[in-house]
């Protein structure tokens, strides 16, 4: 009765779940799945080596798959997706296809549900396999190291800002900037809300130093600074979906041998997806360490989750900065 639990096994195992149409049982003897339409009907032939030769598959149902998209969903860090994908689940019919087209808005979102569903099946097939190994007095195995894709890094590209891209920017540096103001006023501080926002306003400042030269100066930029040392250092890099979207941004400044990263913003459509990580580490790498020793970064209060990505990258805090509106305080 014992079999291996080979890679090509667990993928025919994994058809045979989805496939709610067919009974499919394992034929621990040849180590291959039988069945399908016509199960029921072969296991009435063969009934009296049943639960000898022919076993059950891991159990997977409609209820494990709606299970398994609620985790999905109720996980996802992107709040406006997730409020999608949950709208779509808690229709009382056509969940299912409602699901599926709400994945299909966000291609990007789709291949990581694709992945998370494989992984999570997989898992449902070892835990099957090693209470099959407990019966048969065997040590249970550990799910074998599996190669991750890096869905952030295959479907997404990063490269240096271009100037086609400006407008792009800006419109999503205003969107940003609303948000920002919509969290302050929530947060119980309308009356700073409009200087904080301006205060935290640079990226007009960058923009219009991105591009723009003095008469009689190299177009080139990078030929400009070698040129002029004193100019400061703008630089910006741009993320883009996989179909060419403009997906976001970063960009800064550089004052001597500090450079502080000024704008750090992705498209509400693509968050918590790991592009504004893969935008920061991308641009470091971008950054030359020999003009550059020092990187600055203002993370703001609603976006503390972030730290743990600087800290994995060796940022240290060095400051933390808070604000009081003096009226406020004598009201």
Known sequence: MQFELTEALIDDILFSMEDQAGAYFLDTDEGVIV???DGMGLLEEEDAEKGERYIDLPEWDSASGFRLMERFATGFRNPLIREELSSALGRGKGVFRAFKDTLGRYPEVEKIWFSFKEKEMKQAVLRWY???????????????P???VDLVHEDFRFRPFREE???????LNRLCQEEFKKILVEDGMKNSAEIIVRESQTFHYLSTNLFNKTPGEDPDPENRRQKSPALPLVSAMTAESGGGEFAGFIS???KGQVFYIQSLEVKPEYRGLGVGETLLVKFLEYLDAEDITQILLDLPFWAESFSRVLLRESFKPYTVRYTLNLQERIE
């Open 35 to 37: 069945g399908g339409i």
């Open 130 to 144: 090693n209470g099959l190994r407990e019966e048969w007095g065997l040590e249970k195995i550990g799910e074998e």
């Open 146 to 148: 599996e190669e991750t």
């Open 165 to 171: 891209d400006l407008a792009k920017a800006e419109e």
């Open 252 to 254: 800064g400044i550089a």
